[in-house]
């Protein structure tokens, strides 16, 4: 199984970043791929979630309206557009696959500026 995170980066306050989680080795179509963000000295946190059995999505109250999860089942990849970037959005941000059993990416660090 592999989970691998890409897209972050430093962005200014206010612009955009599209994160990139790219998954093999599993059944993509069973899974709910999350996205999770940690910053330092705070727990980690749902942002968002997609559900590739039927499509329900999840968003945090402190993202809906910026961000959005998004699913290219041929490619086995989910992303996350996040608009309207805030200094409080960055952090290290981590996908899971999730079905029967968990599957976590290494992470890829968002840092926004002021």
């Known amino acids: 199984v592999r989970i691998v995170e890409s897209g972050g980066g430093v962005v200014q306050a206010g612009g955009s970043l599209r994160l990139s989680c790219a998954t093999s080795?599993?059944?993509?179509?069973?899974?709910?791929i999350g996205w999770f963000r940690q910053a330092p000295g705070k727990e980690r946190e749902a942002v968002s979630c997609?559900?590739?059995?039927?499509?329900?999505?999840y968003y945090a109250d402190s993202v809906k309206g910026r961000f959005t999860t998004s699913s290219d089942n041929a490619k086995n990849t989910v992303y996350l557009q996040m608009n309207s970037l805030k200094p409080e959005d960055t952090a290290v941000y981590y996908c899971k696959a999730s079905w029967i059993t968990d599957y976590w990416g290494h992470g890829t660090q968002v840092t926004v500026s002021s």
């Open positions: 997609l559900s590739n059995r039927d499509g329900i999505r």
């Open positions: 080795g599993f059944t993509f179509g069973d899974y709910t």
